[in-house]
Protein backbone atom coordinates (compact mmCIF):
# COMPACT_ATOMS: atom_id res chain seq x y z
CA UNK A 1 0.00 0.00 0.00
CA UNK A 2 1.36 3.49 -0.38
CA UNK A 3 2.01 5.91 1.87
CA UNK A 4 0.62 9.52 2.32
CA UNK A 5 4.12 10.93 1.18
CA UNK A 6 3.91 8.61 -2.17
CA UNK A 7 0.29 9.43 -2.78
CA UNK A 8 0.96 12.84 -2.31
CA UNK A 9 3.65 13.22 -5.10
CA UNK A 10 1.06 11.08 -7.46
CA UNK A 11 -1.51 14.10 -6.75
CA UNK A 12 1.31 16.45 -7.35
CA UNK A 13 1.81 14.69 -11.08
CA UNK A 14 -1.71 14.66 -11.62
CA UNK A 15 -1.34 10.65 -11.48
CA UNK A 16 -4.88 9.97 -9.30
CA UNK A 17 -7.75 9.48 -11.20
CA UNK A 18 -10.92 11.67 -11.04
CA UNK A 19 -13.09 8.37 -10.65
CA UNK A 20 -10.76 7.21 -7.83
CA UNK A 21 -11.55 10.21 -5.91
CA UNK A 22 -15.28 10.42 -6.40
CA UNK A 23 -15.22 6.83 -5.30
CA UNK A 24 -13.04 8.04 -2.30
CA UNK A 25 -15.63 10.62 -1.37
CA UNK A 26 -18.52 8.31 -1.29
CA UNK A 27 -19.95 9.50 -4.95
CA UNK A 28 -21.45 6.57 -7.45
CA UNK A 29 -21.75 7.57 -11.14
CA UNK A 30 -25.45 7.26 -12.28
CA UNK A 31 -24.82 6.77 -15.83
CA UNK A 32 -21.89 5.99 -18.42
CA UNK A 33 -21.71 6.72 -22.15
CA UNK A 34 -18.53 5.73 -23.20
CA UNK A 35 -15.69 7.44 -21.16
CA UNK A 36 -17.82 9.67 -19.79
CA UNK A 37 -18.93 8.82 -16.25
CA UNK A 38 -21.61 10.81 -15.20
CA UNK A 39 -22.39 11.83 -11.56
CA UNK A 40 -24.59 13.85 -8.81
CA UNK A 41 -23.14 16.61 -8.75
CA UNK A 42 -21.22 16.76 -4.67
CA UNK A 43 -20.61 20.26 -4.84
CA UNK A 44 -22.86 23.85 -5.71
CA UNK A 45 -21.70 25.75 -7.92
CA UNK A 46 -21.10 29.25 -7.36
CA UNK A 47 -23.50 30.69 -4.84
CA UNK A 48 -23.95 33.99 -6.98
CA UNK A 49 -25.92 31.54 -9.57
CA UNK A 50 -27.69 29.72 -6.54
CA UNK A 51 -29.12 32.96 -5.89
CA UNK A 52 -30.50 33.31 -9.18
CA UNK A 53 -31.99 29.79 -9.24
CA UNK A 54 -29.45 27.50 -10.69
CA UNK A 55 -28.79 24.58 -8.28
CA UNK A 56 -26.38 22.06 -8.72
CA UNK A 57 -25.75 20.28 -5.81
CA UNK A 58 -27.66 16.73 -5.94
CA UNK A 59 -28.31 17.24 -9.55
CA UNK A 60 -26.85 14.82 -12.56
CA UNK A 61 -24.41 18.01 -13.79
CA UNK A 62 -21.13 16.70 -13.17
CA UNK A 63 -19.13 14.70 -15.94
CA UNK A 64 -15.84 12.61 -15.62
CA UNK A 65 -13.58 12.07 -18.37
CA UNK A 66 -11.80 8.81 -17.76
CA UNK A 67 -9.91 8.56 -20.89
CA UNK A 68 -7.93 12.37 -20.18
CA UNK A 69 -8.63 12.15 -16.46
CA UNK A 70 -10.71 15.62 -17.03
CA UNK A 71 -14.62 16.68 -15.48
CA UNK A 72 -17.00 19.31 -15.86
CA UNK A 73 -20.35 20.59 -14.78
CA UNK A 74 -21.91 20.35 -18.22
CA UNK A 75 -24.08 23.87 -17.39
CA UNK A 76 -21.35 25.79 -15.90
CA UNK A 77 -17.62 24.52 -15.98
CA UNK A 78 -15.04 23.51 -19.39
CA UNK A 79 -13.11 20.42 -18.54
CA UNK A 80 -10.44 20.73 -15.78
CA UNK A 81 -8.38 18.84 -13.81
CA UNK A 82 -8.97 17.17 -10.11
CA UNK A 83 -7.83 19.81 -8.31
CA UNK A 84 -10.70 22.43 -9.70
CA UNK A 85 -13.12 19.61 -8.59
CA UNK A 86 -12.09 19.58 -5.17
CA UNK A 87 -11.52 23.72 -4.78
CA UNK A 88 -15.31 23.31 -5.98
CA UNK A 89 -15.83 20.84 -3.17
CA UNK A 90 -14.06 22.59 -0.18
CA UNK A 91 -14.07 26.31 -1.15
CA UNK A 92 -9.99 26.33 -0.39
CA UNK A 93 -7.80 28.52 -2.48
CA UNK A 94 -4.39 27.55 -1.23
CA UNK A 95 -2.88 25.03 -4.14
CA UNK A 96 -1.02 22.57 -1.56
CA UNK A 97 -3.64 22.76 1.09
CA UNK A 98 -5.71 21.25 -1.73
CA UNK A 99 -3.32 18.77 -2.83
CA UNK A 100 -3.40 17.35 0.61
CA UNK A 101 -6.85 17.35 0.86
CA UNK A 102 -6.39 15.17 -2.11
CA UNK A 103 -3.89 12.91 -0.80
CA UNK A 104 -5.61 12.52 2.57
CA UNK A 105 -8.89 11.38 0.67
CA UNK A 106 -7.07 8.95 -1.54
CA UNK A 107 -4.89 7.39 1.53
CA UNK A 108 -8.02 6.75 3.40
CA UNK A 109 -9.73 5.16 0.63
CA UNK A 110 -7.22 3.12 -0.46
CA UNK A 111 -6.97 1.99 3.81
CA UNK A 112 -10.41 1.24 3.75
CA UNK A 113 -10.42 -1.20 0.20
CA UNK A 114 -7.52 -3.01 1.93
CA UNK A 115 -9.07 -3.68 4.94
CA UNK A 116 -12.60 -5.05 3.11
CA UNK A 117 -10.34 -6.91 1.12
CA UNK A 118 -8.37 -8.49 3.80
CA UNK A 119 -11.67 -9.37 6.02
CA UNK A 120 -13.00 -10.95 2.69
CA UNK A 121 -9.83 -13.09 2.08
CA UNK A 122 -10.43 -14.10 5.73
CA UNK A 123 -14.12 -15.07 5.34
CA UNK A 124 -13.33 -16.93 2.23
CA UNK A 125 -10.70 -18.69 3.35
CA UNK A 126 -12.99 -19.84 6.33
CA UNK A 127 -15.70 -21.05 4.30
CA UNK A 128 -12.99 -22.86 1.85
CA UNK A 129 -12.26 -24.56 5.12
CA UNK A 130 -15.88 -25.68 5.53
CA UNK A 131 -16.01 -27.11 1.99
CA UNK A 132 -13.03 -28.86 1.83
CA UNK A 133 -13.32 -30.34 5.42
CA UNK A 134 -17.30 -30.96 5.82
CA UNK A 135 -18.99 -32.24 8.75
CA UNK A 136 -18.79 -35.86 9.12
CA UNK A 137 -22.12 -37.57 9.40
CA UNK A 138 -22.85 -39.74 12.49
CA UNK A 139 -23.38 -43.36 11.58
CA UNK A 140 -25.41 -44.18 14.54
CA UNK A 141 -28.56 -42.25 13.86
CA UNK A 142 -31.09 -43.90 15.81
CA UNK A 143 -34.55 -43.97 13.76
CA UNK A 144 -36.84 -42.18 15.15
CA UNK A 145 -40.66 -43.61 17.03
CA UNK A 146 -43.53 -43.65 15.56
CA UNK A 147 -46.42 -42.90 16.89
CA UNK A 148 -49.35 -45.42 17.28
CA UNK A 149 -53.22 -45.19 17.32
Not at 60 to 70: A, E, F, M, S, Y
Request: hydrophobic residues 35%.
Amino acid sequence: MNTLEEILKDVENDRISIKEFMDAIGAKPIKKEGDILIYNAPYNIEMQSVNHGYDTAGKPTCLVDTKRNLWCDKNFTPWQPLDMLVLELTWIDNPDRLKYITAHEIFDYRQKLSQRNSVQDSTLSKFLKMVVKPREKSVNVKPKRKMRF
